[in-house]
């Protein structure tokens, strides 16, 4: 549901500039800044996360060097002292996206 709701979101013109631009960039800035840096990923993906005990997600878009986008959605609900390795598994497979 996560992924099509982005969808929908990207490819209605009115809003999908702007709501892409709210969106932090992996390695770059917001609460994504200190994750992916020096992978295929920074720069090239935008997302949000969300955290709560237990619980850890990751969704958005990873942009691809030929312009096409991946929109991706991670979701993590487990116990809470996995939560950062959920976290690191995401990372990589959103750089995965990226190609």
């Known amino acids: 549901d996560i992924v099509h709701i982005l969808g929908e979101t990207y490819k209605n013109f009115s809003i999908a500039p702007e709501y892409l631009a709210a969106l932090p960039l992996a390695g770059v800035d917001g609460t994504l800044k200190s994750r ?11 997302g949000k996360t969300g955290h709560l005990t237990g619980a850890a997600g990751l969704a958005g878009f ?5 312009g096409g986008v991946k929109i991706y959605a991670f979701i993590f609900n487990g116990p809470e002292d996995q939560s950062d390795l959920a976290r690191r598994l995401f990372d990589v497979l959103v750089s995965e996206l990226v190609q």
């Open 36 to 46: 992916m840096k020096n992978s295929s990923a920074t720069g090239w993906v935008r």
């Open 62 to 66: 990873a942009g691809q060097r030929d």
